[in-house]
């Protein structure tokens, strides 16, 4: 990695930066908490990793925190795995989301968006009233803190009600998207054993009706605990036998209870992808929730009341769950419930626009396609509420910097940020004061202590090495559901360098203080002892407009070799032939290196996906392998399992 410092693609204006919340914070912080008043959000970093304890008091004082018991210390145990934040402090983070209600009833709330584009709003007052109703219902039917209500729900207005509701009263939510199929729902909710399901009769994606009600019957069958469900008929048609109506349950005016909770009592239950087994049942609690999204939304994404926040996302994903906590800014949330791409590629940048977002998030692929698809976003939309475009999902490429600071504006802010749903949140990305470098997050995250780390555990600077955290962050999960002992959540993340967390991504700190995201650790590409993340060889080969997509996998052969097959998705109409052949390992070596110039290029039917879109590369290298697809794959974790049948045939032509 060059140590050179090139110029950034953006700078901030001086207004920005004097008006940005996280510099009123940092003045403000260093008054009454003794944070360096001068060096900018650096120092304001600095001083947070090593006064962990001020830092989030100031940000619990700052965001006016409701303790309704008041905690004894801020950080009773700071031991990883098993950190105690805020012991003795009890709250409500449902009671924070709707506090925008007592000053701003009649605003927006959320802006409801389907495949039509047009936006529908829900006020504070509305939204508030019906939390009210439902969580009283949620009471008469016996649900208690601690019990799990879960929905099978698009990204509509009412899956956020459910959730509010059930935070209100205690519960514990968790929930996935009506795309999923019965088998991903059940390896999902079985092992958490919901009390109650809301459910939808189907939903609309890519101008089609999908009619679930099949599905929801199996659901029903196979989860013995349920004590209700509730019918929201999105298509129009009746509730099924023994199933409540979602407009009874939501039709009286009671004012919401919020039931107080500890900092530590589980506030929801997230999934990792469970490509390889059961998924994991994350659990992050109320506390953790409240202060990390208040910290990440308000000072790094810079949301307030006057702002919309627009993600591209599902109910399957942490990102939905990101986009809910918008609430606790008083940010009216944009929710979209459709395809992507319907009725064309610059769908979402049509939302963005009907919306007013200032904030519009979606994942680096959308990106990457409407570069591809010739989509000018700019031209085509009126953009200029958009303050900032932000990425996840995977790294966003030099090229999609680019694309986006020529295509959209050129005083824009993109913010390219990465976390993972173990703590729904980011590690590193958005900082509204700071430049932008293309193909860089502009810096770690305040309170998080991020570091790259070589194998013997130093860290290193402008080198690749594995991402880690030396010290605990609020959102981490209190446990994993089912692991009496603790050990596959320590197993997860403390194995490699006991005491800190290993994220599994390789990583580059530059000695500007930004990051490089370079792919998942667990399928590193090594070629001679050189490590290269795969994100590195996807970004030069997609740029080839014949590539839709690709795949690359390093297998170590049992002769002491090394196989690394380039699996290519063409765009229609191309064709794999000796010259797209020539380019693209021309390509690869000239871009990065001619270590890493794969073995075989092979034209696949298509590259496999988990269920939130991310390409699956350990279950593929486990077919290729030899590993049987039933041992290799959780096959409910998959977008496409037909896809998987070409990598197992090549793997026994090969055996």
Not at 297 to 307: I, K, N, T
Request: glycine share 10%.
């Amino acid at each position: 990695m060059s140590t050179v410092n090139p110029e950034p693609l953006w700078r901030p204006d001086p207004q920005r930066i004097a008006k940005a919340q996280v510099t009123r914070f940092q003045a403000w912080a260093a008054e009454h908490h003794g944070a360096p008043a001068e060096g900018g959000y650096p120092a304001l970093h600095s001083w947070s990793v090593d006064e962990l304890e001020t830092f989030w008091k100031a940000v619990t004082e700052w965001f006016d925190v409701r303790f309704s018991t008041p905690c004894a210390r801020v950080l009773g145990d700071r031991s990883m795995p098993g950190a105690v934040w805020f012991p003795g402090a009890t709250l409500n983070y449902a009671e924070h989301a709707l506090r925008a209600a007592a000053t701003r009833p009649d605003e927006p709330a959320l802006l409801y968006v389907d495949e039509s584009h047009e936006p529908r709003p829900v006020t504070w007052s509305e939204l508030r009233r019906q939390v009210g109703s439902l969580a009283a219902e949620l009471r008469a039917l016996g649900v208690r803190p601690g019990d799990r209500v879960s929905g099978y729900l698009p990204n509509i207005p009412q899956a956020v009600v459910a959730l509010l509701a059930t935070a209100a009263v205690g519960g514990v939510w968790t929930s996935c998207a009506p795309d999923f199929g019965a088998r991903s729902v059940l390896d999902r909710f079985q092992q958490v054993e919901p009390v109650v399901l809301f459910t939808v009769d189907g939903y609309r994606y890519g101008g089609k009706q999908h009619d679930r009600r099949d599905t929801v019957a199996e659901l029903r069958s196979e989860l013995p605990t349920l004590r209700a469900v509730v019918h929201i008929p999105l298509l129009g048609t009746e509730a099924p036998e023994g199933a409540l109506e979602w407009s009874a349950l939501t039709a009286a005016d009671h004012e919401p209870v919020f039931e107080q909770v500890p900092f530590a009592h589980p506030l929801w239950v997230l999934y990792s992808s469970g490509t390889t087994g059961l998924p994991k049942a994350i659990v992050q609690s109320q506390g953790g929730i409240l202060v990390e999204h208040l910290k990440q939304l308000g000072l790094h994404c810079d949301l307030g009341p006057e702002d919309r926040f627009f993600w591209y996302t599902s109910t399957g994903w942490m990102m939905w769950n990101f986009l809910v906590s918008g609430l606790l800014t008083g940010t009216t949330i944009v929710l979209y419930d459709g395809s992507p791409g319907y009725p064309d590629t610059g769908a979402q940048w049509r939302v963005a626009e009907r919306t007013g977002a200032t904030l519009y998030g979606t994942s680096a692929a959308y990106v990457m396609a409407c570069r591809k698809a010739g989509v000018h976003p700019a031209r085509d939309f009126d953009l200029s509420k958009v303050q900032c475009v932000a990425t996840t999902g995977s790294p966003l490429p030099p090229d999609g910097f680019r694309w986006l600071h020529d295509e959209v504006r050129e005083d824009l802010w993109i913010a390219s940020v990465s976390g993972g749903t173990d703590v729904c949140s980011c590690f590193a990305g958005a900082v509204p004061t700071l430049p932008v470098y293309t193909g860089e997050l502009q810096a770690p995250g305040l309170g998080t202590d991020l570091q790259s780390w070589d194998p013997s555990g130093h860290a290193v600077v402008d080198e690749v090495g594995e991402l880690v955290v030396t010290n605990p962050m609020p959102s981490m999960p209190v446990h994993f559901w089912n692991d009496p002992d603790g050990s596959r959540y320590h197993g997860s993340y403390f194995d490699t360098y006991p005491g800190v967390w290993r994220h599994g991504d390789w990583i580059t700190v530059t000695s500007r203080g930004s990051v490089v995201i370079h792919g998942r650790s667990d399928s590193t590409l090594n070629r001679q002892g050189v490590r290269m993340g795969s994100a590195d060889i996807y970004e030069v080969v997609e740029r080839l407009p014949e590539i839709k997509e690709s795949l690359v996998i390093g297998i170590e052969q049992p002769d002491g070799g090394y196989w690394m097959p380039l699996f290519v998705h063409l765009a229609p109409g191309a064709v794999l032939d000796d010259a797209l052949l020539g380019r693209i390992k021309q390509a690869i070596r000239e871009q990065l290196s001619p270590r890493h110039v794969p073995d075989e290029v092979i034209e696949v039917p298509g590259v496999p996906h988990t269920l939130t879109g991310k390409r699956i590369e350990v279950p593929v290298k486990r077919l290729l392998q030899g590993t049987p697809l039933e041992k290799a794959v959780n096959p409910g974790s998959i977008d496409n399992l037909e896809l998987l049948h070409f990598y197992e045939e090549l793997a026994h032509k090969r055996a």
